[in-house]
């Protein structure tokens, strides 16, 4: 039977459909000859100690993200435990005196915390764990507070207080408690950006991404920039996204020389990817973003995009890659 030991001296085993064994059993014959009704070629059929993984043999590389198989394959080597790099905490904090955690009335000005719930469901799906701060306002001494409770984490991600208005005081505390490295960068949407590293009270630095509080930029700027700070602390190798090139169907039109990440639906017809604007592209609108499954890169160095223009397109989900 399947998974048998083979015996000594055999070298083929032949199933019982190439044999008479069934219609053997329906009338009383020697038991001592069975017909074999094939010309089976020597080893065939036998799964050969050592066939899978030699002695010596490498088996997985340092710095590979295990997956499905590559647990199985630890569980065929009888491996229960391996070391393995943890996955990252990553602190997530919204900011603004606008900013209204939901369940709760929304009262005169105020918008629902999306931010922390998008950006936890990304650091989710990247490998990571979230852990959501809440929400603090644009004050020095209260946001300073909170940060302060992020600390703890591997990585601390906030969303809002990093444009030029009055209350938009992250880079402050940025500034006091650490330092920054880079603000603003040259990209649609989401140029209002900071980076730099919060110092703890036991020296330890950690890093920290500013991200813009428009909804649409917060997700965006977090899987150019979050999405490979988190690989890089998963220990993993390759960083980048998977992209394909597809063709535009609409016309984007970049006025300020910026990279644009428009928010696409691809679909692959006639063995082709198409890309089509999942509608109005500005960065508060975050139904365009759940609509989408990938962001066409337009360079910063092109005015107008004509349909028709091949583009390389950062997929979001390839499972919704369809003919």
């Given amino acids: 039977m399947t998974g048998a ?61 295990l997956r499905p198989a590559d647990i199985g394959v630890l569980a065929s080597l009888g491996k229960s435990v391996v070391s393995v790099i943890r996955r990252p905490l990553v602190g997530i904090l919204a900011t603004g005196n606008e900013v209204a955690e939901i369940n709760r009335p929304l009262s005169p000005g105020k918008i629902y915390n999306s931010n922390s719930y998008s950006l936890a469901a990304q650091v ?3 490998g990571g764990i979230p852990k959501v701060l809440g929400v603090a306002p644009d004050d020095v001494e209260q946001l300073t507070a909170a940060i302060r409770e992020g600390l703890g984490c591997d990585l601390l991600v906030t969303s809002g207080g990093v444009s030029l208005g009055d209350y938009d005081v992250v880079k402050k505390v940025l500034a006091a408690e650490g330092n920054v490295s880079f603000w603003t960068v040259r990209m649609k949407p989401g140029k209002p950006l900071a980076f730099g590293m919060f110092k703890r009270s036991d020296g330890k630095e950690i890093p920290h991404l500013g991200l813009p509080g428009n909804p649409v930029s917060s997700m965006i700027t977090f899987e150019v920039f979050a999405r490979p700070a988190i690989f890089k602390l998963m220990g993993r190798n390759h960083l980048s996204k998977s992209s ?33 604007i999942t509608g109005p592209q500005g960065s508060g609108i975050l139904s365009s973003m759940s609509k989408a ?4 890169i337009i360079p910063e160095d092109t005015g107008e995009l004509e349909p028709g223009t091949p583009v390389e397109v950062m997929m979001l989900d390839w499972d919704e890659v369809n003919d």
């Fill in 293 to 296: 499954n990938g962001l066409a």
């Fill in 124 to 126: 989710l799906k990247y």
């Fill in 244 to 276: 394909i090139t597809a063709i535009m169907e609409d016309a984007v039109e970049n006025k300020d020389g910026r990279r644009i990440f428009t928010r696409v639906v691809v679909a692959r017809r006639n063995g082709k990817y198409l890309a089509h």
């Fill in 5 to 65: 030991f083979v015996p000594d001296g055999a070298d083929v085993v032949v199933p019982f459909e190439d044999t008479d064994e069934v219609d053997r059993k329906k009338v009383a014959v020697s038991k001592a000859e069975i017909g074999v009704r094939v010309s089976p070629a020597e080893g065939c059929n036998i799964r050969r100690r050592g066939e899978d993984i030699s002695k010596g043999e490498l088996v997985l590389k340092k710095g590979k993200l």
